[in-house]
């Protein structure tokens, strides 16, 4: 405990002091989701998990599914950056203005397949085939979804889609525009009045909870920086602007994904667009 703080009991106002930070539910969350070696059930749990081929062939396909919804199959071919990986670093840059032209279609696809999509297929000894993702997720469970809202791609009809990485495809949610929504949730007027599309990293926290138990939470946190960071980076290296946005009023994303929020919540936004 810091110095700064009146020892445990000297007032009312420490005692306060004390309670009020003890209460904080970050810091409630941080102190009930560490490992301790002591604590043996949970590396037991997983352990059981992992020597399970039932759980193991249920869990080698962790992605929603939209099916008999209108279906875009994507471009695969990676057009390559004209940019060394070293200046697409040192140039991406949160954009606050975009050019109000459409993305073409492939630029969509490609910044997609870069942020979270298979990237390579493994077999494991036990003969279950796995997809691997471009982005790393704790025991290989992807508790994060691509959902992408556009109103400015050439090829997509505006609306809500969804993002198959194992296919690679878009299944259209709901067509309509959905940029006001988004707009009203974020502040954020201007930006998307010129931007293309917006990116919306959901997490299907059950996915991952059932394993890692609260750690889960930590961890689906940290894959949905993972893929907004691959986003961000692959947008920037085919001249499109991208905006990372946490700031949003979280209902509104929800019902917009039709959602419950508490199960599967919307996390992070993407707004991508033209580079004015
Ligand atoms: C977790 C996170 C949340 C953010 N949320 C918002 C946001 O709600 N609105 C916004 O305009 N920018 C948002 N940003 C962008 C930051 O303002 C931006 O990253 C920061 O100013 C540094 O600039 P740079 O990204 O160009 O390096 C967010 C960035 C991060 C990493």
Not at 143 to 168: K, M, N, Q
Not at 182 to 198: G, I, K, M, N, V
Not at 200 to 217: D, N
Request: net charge negative.
């Amino acid at each position: 405990m810091s110095d700064l703080l009146p020892p445990v009991g000297a007032s009312v106002e420490g005692e306060q002091a004390d309670a009020e930070l003890l209460l904080s539910p970050s810091e409630l969350y941080h102190e009930n989701s560490k490992l301790h070696p002591s604590n043996r059930r949970l590396g037991l749990w997983i352990d059981s998990i992992n020597r399970s081929p039932e759980i193991r062939r249920f869990l080698s396909r962790p992605t929603t599914r939209f099916y008999g919804y209108p279906t875009v199959v994507l471009p695969r071919d990676l057009r390559p950056s004209p940019l060394p990986f070293e200046t697409i670093v040192m140039e991406r840059r949160s954009r606050h203005r975009f050019s109000g032209k459409p993305l073409a279609l492939a630029t969509l696809a490609q910044i997609l397949l870069l942020g979270d999509g298979v990237s390579a297929r493994v077999r494991a000894a036990d003969g279950i085939e796995w997809a691997l993702r471009t982005a790393p997720s704790g025991g290989g469970l992807y508790p994060v979804e691509l959902y992408c809202v556009a109103w400015r791609v050439d090829g997509l009809a505006p609306g809500l889609y969804h993002y198959d990485p194992t296919a690679h495809t878009l299944a259209q949610v709901r067509p309509g525009e959905f940029r006001q929504v988004l707009a009203e949730a974020t502040y954020l007027h201007r930006e998307l009045e010129e931007a293309a599309a917006c990116l919306v990293l959901s997490a299907v926290f059950g996915r991952s909870k059932f394993k890692y138990g609260e750690r889960a939470y930590r961890f689906v946190l940290l894959e949905a920086g993972h893929i907004a960071q691959n986003v961000l980076l692959a947008a920037t290296a085919v001249g499109c602007g991208g905006l990372p946005v946490g700031g949003f009023t979280d209902d509104r994303v929800n019902e917009l994904l039709d959602v419950d929020g508490v199960r599967e919540a919307a996390l992070y936004l993407v707004v991508l667009g033209g580079e004015p």
